[in-house]
């Protein structure tokens, strides 16, 4: 495996492991939040500019920033306009990647920023293909994903917030959850409170980072 194809492959683990952060069970630390955050938009932004004449690592570079560039909170202002270089690259060349996961991975985060109809049925006419009584877990896992976005139209940065805050919801309804004295709707209305403050310091600062 060559060094471009490679750093592709860290990019989407990477930017895989934060966008399902805390899914898990486990608690979210913010020191874990703030280096995986940042982790993401290096690795991205030192790739952006990388090419390949090579169609499927070309896609593989494709999926792993538009992965990166979705899974980060952090922006230097200058992260819709990369999104969008790396969505034309994507489509010149979707129609040559033959019928595949990898295709269909990318045709996911594609429509997860355009919504273009069209992107969401050739992804759907591939999977249709797939023995569902034989999925793979990552298989399983983009039909899963294209189902939240079609049901959940956000940009993915809200999605994000929106499995922080499931993820805060799971850890009240646990037995060894430490109640706060507060009812429900005072309890939303800190919590809300809480993540528009941190998102908003973590822009501010991120260029300290």
């Known amino acids: ?17 934060l966008m399902y952060l805390g899914m898990d069970g486990e608690p979210i630390y913010s020191d874990t939040f703030c280096r995986l955050n940042k982790e993401v938009l290096v690795k ?5 500019s990388s090419k390949s004449s090579d169609i499927e690592e070309e896609a593989n570079l494709c999926l792993a920033l ?3 560039y979705n899974a980060t909170i952090y922006d230097y202002g200058d992260k819709e306009q990369k999104k969008q270089s790396v969505l034309d690259r994507a489509y010149n060349i979707l ?37 569902k009584g034989t999925l793979t877990s990552e298989q399983a ?11 959940n ?4 940065e809200i999605l994000q917030w929106q499995k922080y805050l499931y993820r805060m919801e799971s850890m009240e309804q646990n037995d060894h959850f430490i109640p ?3 009812n429900d709707f005072e309890r939303s209305v800190k919590r ?18």
Not at 1 to 17: D, T
Not at 95 to 118: D, F, H, M, N, W
Request: charge should be negative; glycine fraction near 6%; hydrophobic fraction near 45%.
């Open 180 to 182: 706060d004295g507060m």
């Open 153 to 156: 139209q956000y940009p993915f």
């Open 95 to 131: 129609e040559q990647l033959p019928a595949s996961l990898l295709k269909v991975r990318l045709l996911t985060y594609c429509y997860g920023e355009i919504y273009e109809e069209g992107l969401l049925q050739e992804a759907h006419s591939i999977m249709d293909q797939w023995d």
């Open 192 to 209: 809300v409170g809480d993540c528009l403050l941190a998102f908003i310091g973590l822009i501010i600062f991120s260029p300290l980072f």
């Open 66 to 68: 538009l992965m990166g």
């Open 44 to 48: 991205s932004n030192s790739l952006f």
């Open 1 to 17: 495996m060559n060094s471009l194809l490679s750093c592709a492959f860290e990019l989407q683990h990477v930017a895989h492991e």
């Open 141 to 151: 896992e983009v039909m899963e994903e294209l189902k939240n976005i079609e049901e």
